[in-house]
């Protein structure tokens, strides 16, 4: 009689909170279900408490990996976006979050991981190491990732410049962006406000763009950034 | 069992008075011999581990029948769950659901009230149920249409509903028992002790190996030792069941002593087959749940059906 395969969990050994820390994380039934209701809530929350209003819907790739960026003002734009996406998109929708904040302690590694499906990126230390976790993330058909590219919120509701992760990771992964902009954010929910306020959200999704034709040289990923940074404020002038 | 009744009941106050002492008492040693300059750093992570499991399960009780019923039932749940990720079961999320809901009915049926007696808990439905859900289990394949490695996970399902889930969740349904106090806290103290004593003992006396290719560590000593120490037990906490004659409490203390041991080799020849060291790592210095829970298992459905045979479980 032939023995039986045996396929352990590889993260059979880890704890809970390294369960929830570590990337990329194995799917869990439970979590599925918490995160499934808790996009539910969160679409009824977003229509009810800030009128949400998104636009370009259309936009969104149908199938395969994309890349979503969009302006940085609050928490909220994370959640604006995960509303934008399908519902069977949700546990494949990846937000990159930084890690020194999103995933300090058990806490809110639990909601960044459950509800929200972040990936830690870690902003400080390990940088290109984060992007390549992004790469192969994106190189799985299907997965999406969520992306801001000024690395950190806006106090002054000026755009900031975008960094060059974004354009290294784009010419690594030869795949489209989808450029966004969400107005609103900085008045509803500004950085240091312990509780959103109820301001109208007003979220406006771009046409996809693809760079396909770009090197990976150091001019391309500039010049990606800086294309990509002109779109989402083009979009911005336009949604205000 | 409910909150008036635990705060009225001699039993309840009495086992919290003995875990609480045992508790505070191996907390001083264990300082006495950290400032003795001792290295007790692993046994402090499994001290800390009981700091949290011990109020759990002593709220748990506390709270009464619903939250005793609910309790199992995760345990199960989630002693189930760390078996499926062991073995790769959890991989087909029909079968581990299924089980998941198989468990939920067990909760269902030790809740609900009996339709036909009238009694809580629906003891017809409860042991009728292993084969719904194994029939049921079985369908899968056949509504996917799928036959390639079937039977593997499959058996794996069954195996894990009927021993994590309907062997365990006889635990909950004791507490529909007029004595459900004693019985779960004499179970829940018992089996530790007895697990305790597999150990001291094995580590004071052990020579013969028990089971060599199953679990290396245990010997016949460790064995021996902790039987004797289970049918001790018995006799200290007799006022747990008061309507025990002598020759119960014997028994009692036979089924803990051997049950226990057994439910820990069965966990030990899983993990060996499957080639894993602990269940999971969800309780520190424990290991996984079911690491845990291991020699509650095989004790849990014989105690039931032994008291019900005698006694009657009412």
């Known amino acids: 009689m032939t023995e039986w395969e045996y396929h352990p969990a590889p993260d059979i050994d880890e704890t809970m909170a390294e369960h929830l820390r570590n990337f990329p994380r194995q799917p869990y039934m439970f979590m599925y279900a918490l ?45 604006c976006m995960l509303c934008a996406m399908p519902l069977n998109k949700i546990h494949r929708t990846f937000p990159a979050a930084a890690a020194d904040y999103f995933f300090s302690s058990l806490p809110r590694s639990a909601v960044s991981a459950i509800l929200i499906n972040a990936l830690p990126f870690d902003r400080q230390v390990n940088g290109a190491e984060s992007l390549t976790v992004c790469s192969h993330l994106l190189n799985t058909e299907g997965n999406v990732l969520i992306i801001f590219p000024e690395g950190t919120r806006t106090t002054t509701g000026e755009m900031q410049r975008f960094r060059s992760g974004i354009g290294r990771l784009v010419v690594a992964t030869r795949l489209p962006v989808v450029p966004c902009y969400l107005d609103g954010g900085l008045k509803a929910w500004p950085k240091g406000k312990l509780w959103p306020r109820p301001y109208r959200l007003h979220l406006r999704i771009g046409a996809p763009v693809s760079y396909e034709q770009l090197d990976e040289s150091s001019e391309s990923v500039r010049k990606i950034c800086h294309d990509l940074q002109s779109r989402v404020a083009e979009l911005g002038e336009i949604a205000q | 069992m409910t909150i008036d009744l635990a ?6 106050l009495n086992y919290l008075a003995i875990v609480g002492g045992v508790l505070g008492f191996a907390g001083m040693v264990l300082g006495v011999m950290t400032i ?23 709220g748990t009780i506390f709270l009464g029948r619903t939250a005793v019923i609910v309790g199992v039932a995760l345990l199960a749940i989630f002693g189930f769950k760390e078996f499926a990720r062991a073995t790769g079961l959890y991989d087909d999320w029909w079968l581990t659901g299924l089980v998941y809901l198989g468990i939920i009915a067990l909760a269902v049926a030790s809740f609900v009230t009996d339709p036909r ?37 499959v058996a794996l399902a069954v195996v894990g509903f009927i021993y994590f889930g309907w062997m365990f969740s006889h635990l909950g349904f004791l507490a529909n028992t007029k004595y459900a106090y004693g019985y ?36 016949i000593e460790g064995s021996i030792g902790a039987i004797c120490v289970s049918l001790i037990i018995p006799w200290l906490l007799w006022f747990s069941f008061p309507h025990f004659e002598p020759w119960h409490l014997v028994l009692t203390g036979l089924i803990v002593g051997v049950g226990g041991q057994l439910g820990d080799l069965v966990i030990s020849y899983i993990k060996r087959d ?38 009657g479980i009412r």
């Open chain 2, 117 to 153: 007696l009238g009694y809580p808990g629906w003891y017809g439905l409860f042991m009728s149920l292993p084969a719904y859900v194994a029939g049921a289990i079985l369908l899968i394949p056949i509504l996917r249409n799928r036959a390639k490695g079937q039977l593997q996970q």
């Open chain 2, 184 to 219: 779960i806290l004499y179970l829940v103290l018992a089996v530790e002790i007895n697990d305790i004593a597999a150990f001291t003992c094995g580590k004071l006396f052990g020579k013969r190996k028990l089971r060599e290719n199953i679990s290396p560590n245990k010997t």
């Open chain 2, 36 to 58: 003795f300059g001792k290295d007790v750093s692993s046994i402090w992570r499994t001290y800390r581990g009981w700091l949290i499991m011990i109020p759990l399960v002593m």
């Open chain 1, 35 to 79: 995160r499934s209701m808790a996009a539910l809530l969160l679409r009824g929350w977003m229509r009810l408490y800030h009128r949400l209003r998104i636009d370009g819907r259309e936009h969104l790739p149908a199938s395969g990996s994309f890349i979503l960026v969009c302006n940085h003002t609050s928490h909220l734009d994370t959640l």
């Open chain 2, 7 to 12: 705060l009225q009941s001699d039993i309840y």
């Open chain 2, 274 to 311: 499957i080639g894993i060291k602990d269940m999971g790592a969800v309780i520190e210095g424990h290991g996984g749940i079911l690491d845990r829970v291991d020699s509650m298992i095989f004790v849990v459905p014989i105690f039931f059906h032994v008291v019900r045979w005698v006694h």
